[in-house]
């Protein structure tokens, strides 16, 4: 069974750090075969993709909102990846997603963690 369950989040006031990490479990391929992802969903909105860093080369990309302030990395023994959420802004709050893909034929969701950023 495949489980990715993520973990970090929390309530945090603005300027402040989260580091969300995503554990993975049961994949049916190697953890370093999978791109990783973090999406994030807001309230009435509907969901996004926040950074991903891809299997390989380990290339990553961000959505222009969070660039310069978070960085996703991955650590292919401890099959986890981390999500560093630097001067966090109220409006990067929302339940927070890890996502695994592999080559257009599996993709796997964890459950979500709750990032609140709030004075």
């Known amino acids: 069974q495949v489980q990715l369950v993520e973990s970090g989040g929390g309530l945090v006031q603005p300027g402040g750090s989260l580091r969300l990490s995503c554990a993975a479990s049961?994949?049916?391929?190697?953890?370093?075969?999978?791109?990783m992802s973090w999406y994030r969903q807001a309230p009435g909105k509907e969901r996004e993709l926040v950074a991903r860093?891809?299997?390989?080369?380990?290339?990553?990309n961000y959505a222009d909102s969070v660039k310069g302030r978070f960085t996703i990395s991955r650590d292919n023994g401890k099959r986890t990846v981390y999500l560093q959420m630097n001067s966090l802004e109220p409006e990067d709050t929302a339940v927070y997603y890890c996502?695994?893909?592999?080559?257009?034929?599996?993709?796997?969701w964890g459950q979500g963690t709750q990032v609140t950023v709030s004075s």
């Open positions: 996502n695994a893909f592999f080559q257009s034929l599996l993709e796997y």
């Open positions: 049961g994949l049916t391929f190697t953890f370093s075969s999978y791109a």
């Open positions: 860093v891809r299997k390989g080369d380990g290339s990553t």
